[in-house]
């Protein structure tokens, strides 16, 4: 091997190298993004810290960069320059590609600039408005609302997203799962409403363990990677996967906006993917055991669980929430969710209290809502702290009829 590209990596001499069998999740997830690893031999991936590299030949240096320009599209050889692209974070961008089943994945700081740089690309296109439908994450919603980047938003019902479309639509946006109430959309019925215009879906909560939004329509499949895809609460991130032309301009933007990804959160990103699935779905038995016995609990007025599953729970508590927040001492009352750990925080206070509290209401994001992330504890020690906790309420009335089970709400 040319010593020269020991340790580089080539998204596009990869995508070319790939099997062409399919790959199971499971293999992909551990796989993807390393093939060329045992080539050169390695056997963990290396992380290149490099934020420039040397080029004695100036002319095609300037050639590569033109066609960068041009088209967004990485770069053959060697790299340029770290705002334009890293190959630990490229190994994380195809890695999460082949997962999701998309042509391409761009990385960004964080799931809010990943969504900034797609609000971006399409108002560069003067196509400033923005279908969307409630309840998203609560940053989501305000960037949204408060036209931070010039944007103009229309909210509908997803029943409502064809009549909403208008010429200068560029964007429907939708979560399902959705935040934090966990209602989940038909994402083939939404996909075909949207006609034409881009559908993004934010994957966060079920991750392509779960589903795979862009097998029902979706064009954008937007992750805030801090959640499941590391894992662990250390490293904070965002991606969109998408096809091979929109994958080239949010680079492009990426580049005159600086919204990277450190190569070092590259890696551990990649290093997350490998124990997704198994911790996916570890977690997600954890909350479906623990969504069962809150449903059967009369302190509880509401559960709220996916059909397809996961690992978040959402419930709403006869009494005080802040005193469950109180009250807990193995889970972790923290904001965030997708670690390995189980967090709780109430919605009202935290996530969504940028939202207005009227919009927050009536996306069902109600004052006495908790979200709980579940993580891999054992069950019966999970439980035993919540059910502490609960003890801790003050006893406040409930609406006749108020208890239920809302699986899939």
């Given at each position: ?9 080539d ?41 420039t ?5 100036s ?106 479309l ?16 966990l ?46 895809l ?12 998408c ?35 198994v ?80 919009d ?50």
């Open positions: 091997m040319d010593s020269a590209s020991l340790h580089t990596y998204p596009a001499r990869a995508a070319r190298t790939v099997r062409s069998a399919p790959r199971a999740l499971a293999t992909e997830a551990v796989h993807a993004g390393r093939d060329d690893l045992a080539r050169q031999g390695l056997h963990a991936p290396p992380i290149d810290l490099s934020t590299y040397p080029s004695y030949d002319r095609d240096e300037a050639a590569r960069i033109d066609a960068f320009a041009a088209t967004g599209a990485e770069p053959e050889g060697p790299p340029v320059y770290g705002r334009l692209g890293n190959p630990t974070v490229a190994r994380f961008e195809t890695a999460l590609a082949r997962l999701e089943g998309t042509e391409a994945a761009v990385a960004f700081a964080s799931g809010m600039a990943a969504l900034s740089a797609v609000l971006l690309v399409r108002g560069s296109m003067g196509l400033r408005h923005v279908v969307a439908v409630r309840p998203l994450y609560g940053c989501s919603d305000h960037l949204l609302t408060a036209g931070l980047l010039g944007s103009e938003v229309t909210w509908v019902d997803p029943a409502g997203i064809a009549d909403a208008r010429p200068d639509t560029g964007l429907v946006l939708v979560e399902s799962p959705a935040n934090p109430t209602a989940e959309l038909d994402l083939r019925a939404v996909a075909h409403s949207c006609g034409s215009v881009p559908l993004l879906a934010d994957n966060t909560f079920a991750t392509p363990v779960l589903q795979r939004p862009a097998e029902q329509g979706a064009r954008l499949v937007l992750h805030s990677a801090t959640k499941y590391g894992g662990h609460g250390d490293v904070m991130a965002g991606v969109v996967a096809d091979e032309e929109f994958a080239g301009r949010l680079r492009q933007v990426r580049f005159a906006t600086g919204g990277v990804l450190h190569p070092l959160a590259g890696y551990l990103l990649l290093r997350g993917l490998s124990t997704l699935p911790r996916v779905r570890a977690a997600s038995a954890n909350a479906a055991e623990l969504a069962r016995r809150l449903a059967a609990d009369p302190r509880v007025t509401r559960v709220h669980y996916p059909r397809i599953g996961g690992a978040m729970v959402a419930f709403e508590v006869a009494g005080d929430p802040h005193e469950v927040i109180r009250g807990v001492r193995l889970v972790t009352p923290a904001v965030s969710l997708g670690s390995v750990d189980t967090l709780i925080q109430h919605p009202a206070s935290i996530s969504h209290r940028i939202v207005d509290a009227g927050r209401r009536n996306a069902g994001v109600s004052d006495r809502l908790l979200r709980l992330s579940v993580g891999l504890e054992d069950v019966e020690d999970l439980w035993s702290d919540l059910d502490d906790a609960l003890g801790e309420q003050t006893a406040l009335p409930v609406p006749t009829g108020a208890h239920e089970s809302a699986r899939g709400a």
